[in-house]
């Protein structure tokens, strides 16, 4: 047989056809759904649980420019329009003056929207390059002038609520950095007074997995601005903490969601500390207990062993 006719024919190539290219369209709109649905009910749950929103509340939704602050805004301003109360957003942005920073990409997306904004120009950047000496991380001190500022602009603006576009990734990893490095079983809450005791401070993404935000961000093509202050130090103990979490998330699938559902589940007469539990005074009672020491009973724990920490951390 010659060259020629070995080559495949025009005919033979297999090409998608109008429906298979049809259905592929169906099924990625299906999935699209999916996760609207999924995040609009997961968000819509944490302020159920933790009454986050209330009727008449001024709700001030910080927006850095990144994927998690867009997706909280976009979500909740689907459920404003379903919500049975009343309630205002008000987008906040904090310009921190960092060399590059496209100024005018937040204001034309807000503009879009028609959600009222407010834009809040600080030169924080020159103040944290002054103060913190190259190759040390900056995150500290950027967070508490922000902080700082924020708190006044919602004072300026009657704001309520103040909503943060930390998720479910950012609470488990701040949970095993206090571990970690700090010395405490203490994560990031979902509903907090801050500070300075004037603002109460909600995070509804708290149910929310990292991946689909990302997911949400690309499907909605947001106008995502880099963080050029802090994003390029690669040394972070954040950023340690979340590959850990992510190998092993790889190594056993559904780990992640068994460690956040743990963060539900404390019992403190199984812990250490005396100031939430009264192991001083603790009596014979005779009367049987569920919460009682079954440290020998067998657990459907995995058997093959834990990443190494060194490898995963250090």
Known sequence: MSDEQEQTSPQQIDRPTPKTERDAAQRGAYEIRKLEKRLCRQVGQAIIDFNMIEAGDRVMVCISGGKDSY??????LKLQARAPIQFELIAVNLDQKQ?????????????????????????????????????????????????GILYRVADELKISKIALGHHRDD??????????????????????????????????????????????????????????????????????????????????????????????????????????????????????????DKVFDAQALPLAPLPSLRALVL
């Open 171 to 292: 609470m488990l990893q701040t949970f095993f950095l206090n571990m970690f490095f700090g010395g405490k079983l203490k994560g990031m809450p979902p509903k907090l007074v801050s500070d300075d005791g004037g603002h109460i401070v909600i995070r509804p993404l708290a149910n929310v997995a990292e991946k689909d935000l990302s997911l949400w961000a690309a499907q909605r093509a947001f106008p995502i601005i880099p963080c050029s202050l802090c994003g390029s130090q690669e040394n972070l103990q954040r950023q340690q903490i979340g590959h850990m979490l992510r190998e092993w998330e790889k190594t056993y699938p559904g780990r992640t969601e068994t460690m956040f559902t743990a963060l539900h589940n404390l019992v403190p007469s199984h812990l250490m500390d005396a100031k939430l539990h009264n192991f001083k005074d603790i009596k014979i009672t005779g009367v049987a207990n569920e919460d009682g």
């Open 99 to 147: 060399p590059g920073f496209p100024a005018h990409i937040l204001p034309d997306y807000l503009k879009q929207l028609g959600v009222p904004f407010h834009i809040e120009t600080q030169d924080t950047y020159s103040i944290v390059k002054k103060v913190i000496t190259e190759g040390k991380t900056m995150c500290s001190l950027c967070s508490r002038l922000r902080r």
């Open 71 to 76: 997706g909280l805004l976009d979500i909740l």
